[in-house]
């Protein structure tokens, strides 16, 4: 029996969405395996890991600036420095963990994972294989600690490889692969039926909205898109997922009712059908997390890119932008003028619709268990 230990973190949605997808793929084809999914910061300190995801969740919502501190100061330098030293500590507590469970294989969505277990490796505590499945479209040196330790990263592009190998990672440990990805997005829908659930016209196009779950991203931008999009493009559907953000469901409900739009604009609250909604749409309007930005690519969508976190946000959207798939639409762009570039041009929607699918990797999970399943 081949014992796997998948760890993730809580920080945002994609660190467990890519966990999830991993194991749900070894345990659905692969036999004499068995997984185990752990979060990794709750198991080394409960209180710090509430501290820190709710600190996490506050600065995205609210100070920008501080998150792009962090981020960029993590990159090298004094608080990198303290980072280390913090994940040494926290190792020990993990170590508890893994000569316990003996797992054959380690799979990190986390960096902090990677980094601890890393560390337990160089001081030989532990000799499993250690696979790094980064989530993002650009590579922070947090996952890419004592990278020596590490077996295989898994990336998403080729790019990242190229940034890798510049760092010293030798280019056997790396995978070109794409991140992990719901085996939903593989399959295919009626979309003529999802349509007439939400009570929508398969005559009209698509456009998918999300205000940003609980973070919520810039509120006033997005009103403003909202309504923008409502009264100056009166030939779309819009549907509008608030997410787990009540606040924002009220205000998109009153832009609604205020447009007198019931019949075109649907707002949703959490809903677990994006795999859905996103084959039935022709545009999706978002935040550039790794998560959502790897399932649009999957569905052949063009991106907006609206108010990304700095750090790993801005750098995926710069990715995006540079690779003809996404508009930005930057602080002190005309919204309406950037919009009409893409919702009046069937040429441009259409270019950036083909360049998402040459970019998608939807066979990423497949992948990347073939390749460490082999292995074992």
Known sequence: MKKILIFYGSYGGG??????????????HYVD?????????????KALNKFTTKAYSEIAKNAHWVWKKVYYGAEDGAFAKVNDKTQKL?????????????????????????????ILKKKKKINSKIATVITDYAPHSQWLMHPAYIDYFFVAHDGMKNNLLKRGIKENQIRVTGIPLSNRFLAHYNKEKILSEFSLSPKKRTVLFFAGGEQG?????ILHMLESIIQNFPSLQIIAISGKNEKMKKKFNTIVS?????????????????AELMSVSDLVITKPGGLTTTESLASGLPIIVINPIPGQEEENAEFLENKGVAIWIKKHDNIEKELYKVLNSEGKLQSMKI??????????????????????
């Open 258 to 274: 205020k447009t007198n739009s019931n019949s075109t604009v649907k707002v949703l609250p959490y809903t677990d059908k994006v």
């Open 90 to 118: 926290l190792s020990i507590k993990l170590n508890k963990l893994l000569q316990s469970y003996k797992p054959n294989l380690i799979i990190s969505t986390h960096p902090f994972s990677s980094h601890m277990c890393a």
């Open 217 to 221: 991203f810039g509120k006033d931008k």
């Open 355 to 376: 360049n998402a699918r040459l970019l998608a990797k939807k066979n990423s999970t497949k992948d990347i268990c073939e390749i460490l399943l082999g292995k074992l």
């Open 15 to 28: 660190h467990l969405s890519a966990a999830r997808s991993i194991k749900e793929y070894i345990d659905t």
């Open 33 to 45: 395996t068995e997984t185990c999914m752990v979060d990794c910061i709750e198991y080394v300190n």
